[in-house]
């Protein structure tokens, strides 16, 4: 079965911390990782990741992918308490326009 | 564009009752899915279709769920009869056809069910 565990679950950081998300599949017929925000209402994209070692950036997020190791992380530079969310790993299997697996997700607050 | 539209936001009802969640996926999208969102069990797929013909429902909880997709800009997931334990965050999210698997999600009906 297919599986994408995420670490940790909870994560509470003061303002200008860095923090790393950590997220770890099994999955057959492994496509893509993707990233997802969520604070109070839908998830919203941040990364795709298909390939290893190649770090995808956004501003102070950076995401990067092991698929020899099976995992990914997400790291958080300076972090605001704009970053408060819980952050979504998501896998997709096989070909396109299927289902993602998601992980429980790391609910991260950043305090002032 | 609009984005996927969800309605109702919000949703209270007594057990029993009959619920119904509708869908209006990003116009050109050829995929909907329907996801629940739970503290305990986080983000789960419910069923998802392809092209409006559903493709897996396995993850459809029990008999009293069902899901339609009449044609290509709407959906709606029913549960009937609704019980407390089906309370969550019911999300739809869409995808267009493309080598990879972006999914842009709905703003989620929250369902308390008394």
Known sequence: ?112 | DAGVIQSPRHEVTEMGQEVTLRCKPISGHNSLFWYRQTMMRGLELLIYFNNNVPIDDSGMPEDRFSAKMPNASFSTLKIQPSEPRDSAVYFCASSGWSSYNEQFFGPGTRLTVL
Not at chain 1, 6 to 12: E, F, G, T, Y
């Open chain 1, 1 to 112: 079965e297919d599986k994408v565990v995420q670490s940790p679950l909870s994560l509470v950081v003061h303002e200008g911390d860095t923090v790393t998300l950590n997220c770890s599949y099994e999955v057959t017929n492994f496509r893509s990782l993707l990233w997802y925000k969520q604070e109070k209402k839908a998830p919203t994209f941040l990364f795709m990741l298909t390939s290893s070692g190649i770090e995808k950036k956004s501003g102070r997020l950076s995401s990067i992918l092991d698929k020899k190791e099976l995992f990914s992380i997400l790291n958080i530079t300076a972090t605001q308490t704009g970053d408060s969310a819980i952050y979504l790993c998501a896998v997709e299997a096989s070909t396109g326009n299927t289902p993602l697996v998601f992980g429980k997700g790391t609910r991260l607050s950043v305090i002032a």
